[in-house]
């Protein structure tokens, strides 16, 4: 299952996205598993 999120940072620094990942978690109804966050720019990183 593929969700998609895109996000417009007016400055560097951090952006949360904590509660966009539960909300696609919360949404795919999957109950066990592994999500994965891609960041694709090379600037960008997930912890």
Do not use: K, W
């Not at 999957?30 to 090379?42: D, E, K, L, Q």
């Amino acid at each position: 299952m593929l969700f998609d999120f895109t996000l417009n940072a007016l400055r560097e620094g951090f952006i949360d996205i904590a509660s966009q990942a539960r909300e696609a978690i919360a949404t795919s109804r999957i109950s066990g598993g592994i999500a994965v966050v891609y960041c694709p720019h090379t600037a960008a990183a997930s912890p």
